[in-house]
């Protein structure tokens, strides 16, 4: 930080560990729009992300939401702590031989202080993710002396049940929660009944956000990676092209135009033999057209596409096949494209009260001396 800010309150660092009750619930998001929140503050922040759920491909096998949220943040190297292994298969079959206790001595090492305000630590995808190591994420509150705000994605009003659970296991270490993805016609519920009983249960609620098609979008290049598929065109920058919807095109050219028009920023799967599909799918707010069977299209389509820009991938899958890993692609979307940055800023500034997480932690804005 500048040497002209000076702390109003006290200065020694805080710890806050952002959990889920279940995984891909928008924990890396939570993380990210804080970190843009406090910094705007002029706070000095600090991430970590002890245990890896999302190993890179790369050389230095980095996590890849630790490298998308450190360069988006531009966190210098001493303000990003290493993660210290991924939660695959081999990491958990070698555990299970011969557990290695070790790792909460290391875990304790990285989580230590090294005078920023606050360390932004992400936890592991559930309450009971990572107890075969030591590290559930109570395990890891304690050790590092960390706050916890829980992040729960809204599906109905029984989410108070499983936030209760929560503070039933957590304790004193809760200090409050983010309710997100919620669909609009259930806001009024989640912001006057859910909200009003969990505060009377002395749990916080920071946070309310609404569920956003940019939030629950995938890149065209996250498919191709998904999908191992072959990109048939060249249409550029498909790490900017967002799909927000699945169509499915099975029936005749006439029905299926109609069913196109219904939808928005859409992925068409369909046969490669369905040239009356495929064209009828460039017609509408196609994205991103997947031909299934590995069969090639044809040169007036290829030329409508290259037109249009649109990118159609070929498969060695059928439909089915096809359609469910995309709708596992969309159940666990990430974070890692700069369109979801401004969306989380955008969502954390106006439904996230950043005021009343930093008084709950003792923090206070810097001022300029």
Do not use: W
Request: glycine share 6%; with cysteine; charged share 20%.
């Amino acid at each position: 930080m500048p040497q002209s800010s000076s702390r109003i309150s006290d200065r020694s660092a805080k710890h806050l560990l952002i959990g889920s009750i279940e995984a891909y619930s928008g924990k890396s998001a939570t993380v990210l729009g804080l970190a843009l929140q406090m910094r705007a503050q002029g706070l000095d922040i600090a991430y970590a992300k002890p245990i890896g759920t999302c190993p890179s491909e790369g050389v230095d096998q980095l996590d890849e939401d630790v490298r998308f949220i450190s360069h988006t943040l531009g966190l210098s190297a001493e303000r990003v702590r290493p993660t210290l292994f991924s939660l695959d298969e081999a990491t958990i079959q070698q555990q299970l031989s011969k557990e290695k206790l070790v790792y909460r001595q290391e875990v304790e090492s990285v989580l230590a202080s090294q005078g920023e305000d606050i360390l932004l630590i992400e936890g592991p995808g559930n309450l009971a993710e990572g107890t075969l190591f030591g590290l559930s994420l109570l395990d890891m509150a304690e050790m590092s002396q960390a706050s916890v705000v829980l992040v729960a994605r809204y599906q109905s009003a029984l989410i108070v049940d499983q936030l209760l659970a929560a503070k039933q296991k957590l304790g004193d270490q809760l200090l409050g929660v983010v309710i997100n993805d919620v669909p609009a016609a259930l806001m009024e519920t989640a912001l006057n009944p859910v909200k009003a009983c969990l505060e009377r249960h002395d749990i916080r609620v920071f946070g309310i956000l609404p569920r956003t098609a940019i939030m629950r979008s995938v890149s065209v290049e996250a498919l191709v990676h998904h999908l191992q598929a072959e990109i048939l065109n060249s249409p550029g920058r498909i790490d900017q092209m967002m799909v927000e919807e699945i169509s499915i095109g099975a029936m005749n050219a006439n029905s299926a135009l109609r069913y196109f028009n219904q939808a928005h920023n859409m992925v068409v799967v369909t046969g490669g033999d369905r040239f009356d599909i495929q064209m009828a799918a460039l017609e509408s707010s196609t994205q991103c057209l997947v031909l299934t069977g590995r069969l090639s299209p044809r040169k007036d389509v290829l030329d409508r596409a290259r037109d249009l820009e649109v990118p159609i991938l070929s498969v060695d899958l059928d439909t089915l096949t096809t359609v469910e890993i995309i709708d596992q692609a969309f159940d666990q979307v990430r974070l890692h494209e700069p369109i979801k940055v401004e969306c989380i800023g955008y969502l954390m500034e106006q439904h996230f009260d950043t005021q009343r997480l930093m008084d709950a932690l003792g923090l206070s804005p810097a001022v300029t001396a």
